[in-house]
């Protein structure tokens, strides 16, 4: 006979303001993190149950590392908390005026709310750019690319048609920042170490690799020096790079460049750009147009309501003189507005005043391969090539969440620098798309 | 302007004997490793781009192992063989009178072929039990697995009403062989160490772990000893177990047992047997048809042909004494076959003389968890506890396929054995099924 489950009721009662987190990104884990202790009932939905490290999933997509090096379940995370109750749905709209969120789940009430649901791939509304390239910005995208990039090298093997060969065998990125920049220098190593070994039957020397910048430089917010350098170093490694170039169009196979060249490949990686993902229900005036991210003021507090924050890649801040197009949509602005938000509710509930948002930056980096990185520190201290490679990897295995995963990954890693090897090139998960397109490629005499 | 591609040509006309081998399992892999220097072409068809260690699935599934600890891409293992080729494809037909094999790639000539498509799920025609079960052949149900579990006890702490979140917490796992006791005992450790943690809302109490064995023993294919311990570790551990019990349908909630008994849970999983997977165009005469494996001769040769051999769980021996149901399906009796096959290859090319197989079995062993197992050896020798364990850990990693795998594999034992954790509760996948199936969990009204 149905009953009501005591701690269900026991839960949702607990008495104390209620914070809401949308999103367990960089940001909206630093709000959880620094409202241990707080008289709150902290509540996190996520669309998934785990926190990616999204700065490695270029290398999920290169085979470099495993999936679980760099995710990390929510509920392990904050195990020993007391306070804190995680629920897997999507929040589908906020009620500002009643402070409820509709979610995939159920509607809940919030006391604090904090919008902290990141960013989604910009196609700038190229509709047959996003039918037919690929993305970068979740786990099932990072597998789904490197299912790709070994399929087409199965694939080429079967085409009697050089130019098919070509067009399965070449790769374009499009978007110079760091995710294509990381995605071309390490897809150069496959070329180099891993898949000569892998198929010989190839000439591996028809591999091209482009890189597809609309402005004049690559790593467009670092130094020139950075973009000099990172420059040099792809070009070293075999990397096309075309800067003052746009894609125009791209029918999954052709790609047209504003500069008029077209490129033919089966396999287009679009890294160009990102967008806020805001909730509906915010109001659209908050809204920005460019960037499509809620305005915030000092306090990261959505306009008109005292109670909803937007932090990070969601939120774009006014009235900071040094970033008047709002903070980098990186990890550093999300976390340290997360933690200020999480330290500012406290007040608002003691009644004390709140602090606003200084952001310390402590410079950027990026990877391009083995020995192969550019750092820019704060205070102009700028350097490049192997030391800063050792820098990224430090800085990088330090960030990522979990004790476990920085043991793996820094594994990982020594096992791929001293093997020159890629161990993950597997192709996992379902195969219904292969025959139709095999239809196309495959010799039917003989496919060897 | 297309042209052919030389190197697709040279590779089809090597000049030497082709040996296609069809399924990279134990007995497939054991083929290509020992015809290494035969002046033969060799060349692996496989649905996969990868071996998979299926005695560690269940590892997988219940969160104790990272998915690329357990596979090795075919490409990766033989890369120092210049007279090995991979293809990636399902081999759809066999066309012996003309030595050719049709794939989803197009259609080869073989001069020697060896079918080591192993086994499916065997669910004794209940299409009802299918459509609403879960198996754990591949990686991807492995997943599947590993999804359903966690979700589930999401979904647990959306519903109000007991009887639905008490089938949602319980887990009915159906064969009492090695498979059904391992993931048995993992979920028990799950239930104990694990969930406690990760779902202080629910009581883990309430999570029953039921094991339904139609035989009268479990592991049937080991000693009593060694069933009765197995029997003692699991009830101990809290697992329910049912012996002399079959069960007789399942429309995914409500398991009807032939004791008249019913189990109410969302999740079977069907580990109660396995059956021959061979390819269409083996004469149906030669299949034998309890079983569905391919009948050989002690050369493991296809009836009526000299140059067809099927090896490990798709064949069936007919006149070793000591089985005369055929050898059991396991990895030993392939990987023996297939060593023995590849030399028997060898000899055939050079004309002499064939060996026929006869099966060395070392014994069996199964894990049921921390400190527990049981290992019958050959010669009477058995033992159960922590020993076994460690014996089981070290048979274990040895077989496994790949030096990483092997180091990552004893890194994350370790890990496990001291943390009590397992970190790979993770949902990966895609979530389009959600929806629906929470509109009948979900509490409308507050979700927490």
Same mark, same amino acid.
């Given at each position: 006979?149905?009953?009501?489950?005591?701690?269900?009721?026991?839960?949702?009662?607990?008495?104390?303001?209620?914070?809401?987190?949308?999103?367990?990104?960089?940001?909206?884990?630093?709000?959880?993190?620094?409202?241990?202790?707080?008289?709150?009932?902290?509540?996190?939905?996520?669309?998934?149950?785990?926190?990616? $490290?999204?700065?490695?999933?270029?290398?999920?997509?290169?085979?470099?590392?495993?999936?679980?090096?760099?995710?990390?379940?929510?509920?392990?995370?904050?195990?020993?908390?007391?306070?804190?109750?995680?629920?897997?749905?999507?929040?589908?709209?906020?009620?500002?005026?009643?402070?409820?969120?509709?979610?995939?789940?159920?509607?809940?009430?919030?006391?604090?709310?904090?919008?902290?649901?990141?960013?989604?791939?910009?196609?700038?509304?190229?509709?047959?750019?996003?039918?037919?390239?690929?993305?970068?910005?979740?786990?099932?995208?990072?597998?789904?690319?490197?299912?790709?990039?070994?399929?087409?090298?199965?694939?080429?093997?079967?085409?009697?048609?050089?130019?098919?060969?070509?067009?399965?065998?070449?790769? %374009?990125?499009?978007?110079?920042?760091?995710?294509?920049?990381?995605?071309?220098?390490?897809?150069?190593?496959?070329?180099?170490?891993? =898949?000569? +070994?892998?198929?010989?039957?190839?000439?591996?020397?028809?591999?091209?690799?482009?890189?597809?910048?609309?402005?004049?430089?690559?790593?467009?917010?670092?130094?020139?020096?950075?973009?000099?350098?990172?420059?040099?170093?792809?070009?070293?490694?075999?990397?096309? %790079?075309?800067?003052?170039?746009?894609?125009?169009?791209?029918?999954?196979?052709?790609?047209?460049?504003?500069?008029?060249?077209?490129?033919?490949?089966?396999?287009?990686?679009?890294?160009?750009?990102?967008?806020?993902?805001?909730?509906?229900?915010?109001?659209?005036?908050?809204?920005?147009?460019?960037?499509?991210?809620?305005?915030?003021?000092?306090?990261?507090?959505?306009?008109?309501?005292?109670?909803?924050?937007?932090?990070?890649?969601?939120?774009?801040?006014?009235?900071?003189?040094? =970033?008047?197009?709002?903070?980098?949509?990186?990890?550093?602005?999300?976390?340290?507005?997360?933690?200020?938000?999480?330290?500012?509710?406290?007040?608002?509930?003691?009644?004390?005043?709140?602090?606003?948002?200084?952001?310390?930056?402590?410079?950027?980096?990026?990877?391009?391969?083995?020995? +192969?990185?550019?750092?820019?520190?704060?205070?102009?201290?700028?350097?490049?090539?192997? $030391?800063?490679?050792?820098?990224?990897?430090?800085?990088?295995?330090?960030?990522?969440?979990?004790?476990?995963? +920085?043991?793996?990954?820094?594994?990982?890693?020594?096992?791929?620098?001293?093997?020159?090897?890629?161990?993950?090139?597997?192709?996992?998960?379902?195969?219904?798309?292969?025959?139709?397109?095999?239809?196309?490629?495959?010799? +039917?005499?003989?496919?060897?």
């Amino acid at each position: 006979m149905p009953k009501l489950i005591t701690t269900r009721t026991r839960i949702a009662d607990l008495g104390k303001p209620r914070v809401i987190v949308i999103g367990g990104g960089f940001g909206g884990l630093e709000v959880v993190k620094h409202l241990k202790g707080a008289s709150v009932q902290t509540v996190l939905f996520d669309k998934y149950n785990h926190h990616t $490290f999204q700065p490695l999933l270029y290398q999920v997509a290169t085979s470099g590392l495993e999936t679980s090096a760099i995710v990390a379940p929510f509920r392990k995370l904050f195990a020993k908390r007391n306070d804190f109750y995680f629920r897997l749905g999507e929040v589908t709209k906020i009620r500002p005026e009643e402070n409820f969120i509709e979610t995939s789940i159920g509607e809940v009430k919030y006391d604090y709310l904090v919008i902290a649901s990141g960013a989604v791939t910009n196609y700038y509304n190229m509709d047959e750019v996003e039918k037919n390239s690929s993305c970068m910005k979740t786990i099932v995208d990072a597998t789904k690319i490197r299912n790709k990039i070994i399929r087409q090298l199965e694939y080429a093997l079967l085409t009697d048609d050089t130019e098919t060969m070509n067009s399965l065998m070449d790769f %374009v990125v499009v978007g110079g920042g760091p995710t294509g920049v990381e995605l071309c220098g390490a897809l150069s190593e496959l070329k180099r170490n891993v =898949f000569p +070994k892998d198929y010989k039957e190839l000439d591996m020397r028809e591999m091209d690799i482009h890189l597809v910048e609309a402005s004049p430089r690559l790593l467009n917010g670092m130094s020139e020096q950075a973009s000099k350098k990172a420059f040099e170093f792809l070009t070293e490694m075999g990397v096309k %790079v075309h800067v003052n170039t746009a894609v125009k169009s791209y029918d999954g196979n052709e790609a047209n460049l504003s500069t008029g060249e077209k490129l033919f490949s089966r396999t287009l990686i679009w890294a160009a750009g990102v967008k806020g993902n805001p909730i509906n229900g915010v109001n659209p005036e908050s809204i920005s147009p460019k960037g499509n991210r809620v305005m915030v003021n000092e306090f990261n507090q959505v306009k008109g309501h005292q109670n909803i924050f937007a932090i990070g890649d969601v939120a774009v801040m006014e009235g900071d003189e040094k =970033f008047p197009k709002g903070h980098p949509m990186m990890a550093p602005p999300a976390q340290q507005q997360g933690s200020l938000v999480a330290k500012n509710i406290k007040q608002l509930i003691a009644k004390k005043s709140i602090k606003p948002f200084r952001y310390f930056d402590k410079g950027s980096m990026a990877t391009i391969g083995r020995n +192969k990185a550019v750092v820019d520190m704060k205070g102009g201290i700028r350097f490049q090539g192997a $030391f800063a490679w050792y820098v990224w990897m430090f800085v990088h295995l330090m960030s990522l969440v979990g004790f476990r995963n +920085k043991v793996f990954t820094f594994l990982s890693w020594m096992w791929n620098y001293f093997s020159y090897d890629r161990s993950n090139r597997l192709i996992i998960g379902r195969n219904e798309d292969v025959s139709t397109l095999v239809e196309e490629y495959k010799s +039917k005499e003989n496919p060897l």
